[in-house]
């Protein structure tokens, strides 16, 4: 069965850094391309990243375009989001989600506060 | 940018009875393929989202077969025939038409038992 994990959410101050990973297994992890999308608390969801198969073409959502970047390892079926000069309104759960959405992780919940 | 809106954003319901949830958006969703990108998603609550129905009306695997989607163009629906208990959530629809640049989700209807 199809199985995506995000790790690394936690509390960082605001202009800080943090790194997401999202580990995926039961599907040829390369074959596909993978999102972040996330949800403030209490509030809808909204798309961030997507990154193709091969890591050829890569988008961000304007909000975060400049601070976030998304990647990914082939090798070790595993997506990453390096998330810096973070905001407090980048506080959200943030969930990978496979493709054109039909598979979503957990999520992990990243707190920007002083 | 496409915006996605939705109506009603908050649906009472009556156990046994339909509902119907209307998906708009500003741009049309046929894609140059012939396709249309409309998805939609249930989120209950304290869990992840989860895909539904692809290309405005067909469903994911192990989607009870209450629910239903239908539209073209700018306008789509998603229907539940007969509402139980276990469909309380937030309903999302999101277009993948205009991808890239971005995906884009509605603002959601929240369901829940009268």
């Known amino acids: 069965e199809v199985q995506l994990v995000e790790s690394g959410g936690g509390l960082v101050k605001p202009g800080g850094s943090l790194r997401l990973s999202c580990a995926a297994s039961?599907?040829?992890?390369?074959?596909?391309?993978m999102n972040w999308v996330r949800q403030a608390p209490g509030k809808g969801l909204e798309w961030v990243s997507s990154i193709s198969s091969s890591s050829s073409y890569i988008y961000y959502a304007d909000s975060v375009k400049g601070r976030f970047t998304i990647s990914r390892d082939n090798a070790k079926n595993s997506l990453y989001l390096q998330m810096n000069s973070l905001r407090a309104e980048d506080t959200a759960v943030y969930y990978c989600a496979r493709d054109s959405m039909d598979w979503w992780g957990q999520g992990t919940l990243v707190t920007v506060s002083s | 940018d496409v915006v996605m809106t939705q109506s009603p954003l908050s649906l009472p319901v009556t156990l046994g009875q339909p509902a119907s949830i209307s998906c708009r958006s500003s741009?049309?969703?046929?894609?140059?393929?012939?396709?249309?990108?409309l998805n939609w998603f249930q989120q209950r609550p304290g869990q992840s989202p989860r895909r539904l129905i692809y290309k405005v009306s067909n469903r994911d695997s192990g989607v009870p077969d209450r629910f239903s989607g239908s539209g073209s163009g700018t306008d789509f629906t998603l229907k539940i025939s007969r509402v139980e208990a276990e469909d309380v959530g937030v309903y999302y629809c999101m277009q993948g038409t205009h991808w890239p640049p971005s995906f884009t989700f509605g603002p959601g209807t929240k369901v829940d038992i009268k």
């Open positions: 741009q049309s969703l046929v894609y140059s393929d012939g396709n249309t990108y």
């Open positions: 039961g599907f040829t992890f390369s074959s596909y391309s």
